[in-house]
């Protein structure tokens, strides 16, 4: 269907099983067009949850990251992060470093946190030969989708994210906190809700409990937001697993999840919940230059394993506070 924007008419592709696509055609200046058609792209993505822009031409580092900042309010600097970055320039980041093969399950970024984006910005500068795509969810749609009884005990418990820190998996304490001082670290875990204790030999154990539904801070909607499949033990690779519980012991895992009463949960509840995701998911594969961008409340998104070099660089945009998301957990500061 034609989209009016100010220059011209775009195409917007809305075929089923993938994002809504929208065709610009060569424009010469990304930043101009992101400046001039800022407005009408965040309507796009009210509309439909996330908008892939193609045509776009993105060439480099620089160049996506002022595209960046002229499409958010404010960027945001990344804390809590689940894997290392590399930043390009500040709040301009790669994608989590996470091995090609392995997926990358649907989440929402830093649901963890107290405050989180509100928008996802996603620039792929080199796709890969095969696979890789930043594939996306309807958050109500799978809410929607989920046993009653199990959406019920989540939305009332909510769920726990506990990790152990290592420099082998995961992001380390200075790559997720900016420092290893620790007194910088824990007064940061007290003022957000998150239990921590320092093992003997100096690792760091974290535990934090966060609402597993919210409302959408624009519409109200009621949304399935949290990273509980991802995160949890049963979606890593078997061997991956075995490996990481022989080395670290199971409470020594990297990350896992729980049920916000601290119960395990059961490898069936992950992967019905990777099915409901898998049964709602939209994907494009990438084009160099193009862009996407999503909203991180009403949409998961995803990165599926890969062939080849990818080279995608990932803004994090317009922070959303949990307070303001009508959270079923109660959250209490130190």
């Not at 958050?139 to 290592?166: I, K, M, Q």
């Not at 200075?174 to 921590?196: K, Q």
């Amino acid at each position: 269907m034609p989209i009016s924007f100010t220059a011209s008419p775009l195409d917007l592709d809305l075929g089923s099983g993938k994002p809504p696509v929208l065709r610009t055609g060569p424009t010469g200046d990304p930043p101009h067009f992101a400046a001039e058609h800022r407005d009408a792209l965040h309507a796009l993505v009210a509309e439909h949850g996330a908008v892939l822009v193609r045509g776009l031409g993105l060439r480099d580092a620089d160049e996506t990251g002022t595209v960046f900042r002229r499409l958010a309010k404010t960027l945001m600097a990344e804390k809590e992060a689940f894997a290392p970055r590399r930043a390009y320039a500040p709040s301009v980041y790669s994608s989590a470093q996470w091995p090609p093969n392995q997926p990358m399950c649907m989440h929402h970024e830093l649901s963890y946190a107290l405050e989180f984006p509100g928008l996802m910005l996603f620039a792929c500068l080199g796709a890969p030969a095969e696979g890789g795509a930043t594939a996306v969810a309807d958050s109500s749609a799978v809410l929607e989708a989920l046993p009653a009884e199990l959406a019920d005990r989540f939305e009332r418990e909510g769920w726990l994210l506990t990790r152990s820190y290592n420099d082998e998996i995961g992001a380390s304490v200075a790559e997720a906190f900016g420092t290893d001082d620790r007194s910088a670290v824990e007064s940061y875990c007290r003022a957000s809700a998150i239990e921590f204790a320092w093992q003997p030999d100096g690792a760091l154990r974290t535990r934090q409990r966060r609402s597993a539904v919210v409302r959408h801070p624009a519409t109200g909607a009621r949304c399935w937001f949290n990273q509980i499949a991802f995160l949890n033990e049963w979606t890593m690779a078997p061997e991956v697993r075995e490996y990481l519980v022989d080395v670290y012991g199971a409470d020594g895992l990297p990350f896992n999840t729980r049920f916000g009463g601290g119960d395990p949960i059961g490898e069936d509840v992950v992967q019905l919940l990777n099915k409901i995701y898998e049964d709602n998911t939209e994907r494009e594969p990438w084009q160099a230059g193009d862009l996407m961008i999503v909203d991180n409340v009403r949409t998961a998104h995803s990165r599926e394993p890969y062939e080849g070099p990818r080279e995608v660089l990932v803004g994090m945009a317009d922070p959303v506070r949990l307070a303001d998301c009508s959270p079923t957990v109660e959250v209490t500061t130190r």
